[in-house]
């Protein structure tokens, strides 16, 4: 049985309409009145290699978005991104603050037995290294955090290389519904861009100028810049020497736990998890994010 996944429908015009009215240029994720945020400003993001992948185009994409946040962050912030050694599959939800992100070749709805019980545990896409959720789905960003303090512990970036709507390429965009060599889809340099402002606690937006934006046009390349007002939020949560709003002290590397992702009985502090994904609309003309699942686990 798949997971169940909710997607909100929005017809193109209204999304634009609201996108113009909105006047607030960033929002940070909130969750039970908690602000999500990173503890520490150096972050080491790694890929998980697994049957070929990351190709050199791939490892290529997700460099160039990371250096990206390098660049733009340089301006007024201390954040710096490192990358970090490769992880093999199977790897599980990093909590020592890394960012992870995989390439799933194969949808697991082909491969794995619906008697599986990995269905339950969400744990299909580590046990048998495949895609999860809905087969024409791009990608996941999964963010493990502190429901105590709102501190972001790990987050994974998943991509979905079973469809063929995820390209590398610098050309024009594919004519509407039409994939073919040379041209632009699902750009996974712009996705991945949004899913490391994600992984940072910043939220969606309904404008579409935005890199957080919760669509991403057809053949688009445009998100794989950082607009000013993403900047501006970086400025102001995660200012260079001075601490951000609302956010704890880094941890000393993760939530005490016996393996599974959930702090210990004796943890200080509950853990939560959540995650966003993006599916096709119009038969292709744009990706429209999902609605956004939070899962809450705790002992003690």
């Given at each position: 049985m798949l997971p169940s996944r909710v997607f909100l429908f929005?017809?193109?015009?209204?999304?634009?309409?609201?996108?113009?009215?909105?006047?607030?240029?960033?929002?940070?994720?909130?969750?039970?009145?908690?602000?999500l945020c990173r503890g520490d400003r150096a972050v080491t993001y790694a890929m998980t290699t697994s049957g070929g992948h990351p190709t050199a185009e791939e490892r290529a994409a997700v460099t160039a978005a990371f250096n990206t946040w390098n660049q733009a962050v340089?301006?007024?912030?201390?954040?710096?991104?490192?990358?970090?050694?490769?992880?093999?599959?199977?790897?599980?939800?990093?909590l020592d603050g890394k960012m992870l992100v995989t390439f799933r070749q194969v949808n697991c709805s082909d491969i794995v037995p619906?008697?599986?019980v990995c269905w339950q545990s969400d744990?299909?896409?580590?046990?048998y290294d495949c895609w999860p959720f809905a087969p024409d789905?791009?990608?996941?960003?999964?963010?493990?955090?502190?429901?105590?303090?709102?501190?972001?512990l790990g987050t994974n970036i998943s991509l979905n290389n079973s469809n063929g709507m995820l390209t590398t390429l610098d050309g024009p965009p594919c004519d509407q519904g039409v994939i073919e060599p040379g041209c632009v889809v699902g750009d996974v340099q712009s996705l991945?861009?949004?899913?490391?402002g994600e992984g940072l606690g910043f939220a969606l937006l309904t404008r579409t100028d935005s890199t957080m934006s919760r669509v991403l046009p057809w053949g688009d390349t445009?998100?794989?810049?950082?607009?000013?007002?993403?900047?501006?939020?970086?400025?102001?949560t995660y200012p260079r020497g001075l601490p951000t709003p609302g956010c704890p002290l880094p941890t000393d590397g993760g939530v005490p736990d016996g393996g599974d992702g959930v702090p210990d009985d004796d943890a200080p502090s509950k853990s939560g998890c959540t995650t966003t994904t993006s599916v096709p609309l119009l038969a292709g003309l744009m990706f429209l994010l999902g609605a956004r699942r939070t899962r809450q686990r705790s002992r003690g």
């Open positions: 929005t017809p193109l015009f209204i999304l634009f309409n609201v996108s113009n009215a909105r006047a607030q240029s960033y929002e940070r994720t909130r969750i039970e009145g908690v602000e340089a301006s007024c912030s201390d954040l710096v991104f490192t990358p970090g050694e490769d992880v093999p599959h199977p790897a599980p939800m990093p619906d008697n599986d744990t299909c896409s580590e046990k789905d791009v990608v996941d960003e999964t963010s493990h955090f502190r429901l105590s303090t709102g501190e972001i991945v861009t949004r899913s490391i445009q998100k794989r810049i950082i607009d000013p007002g993403t900047l501006q939020g970086i400025c102001e």
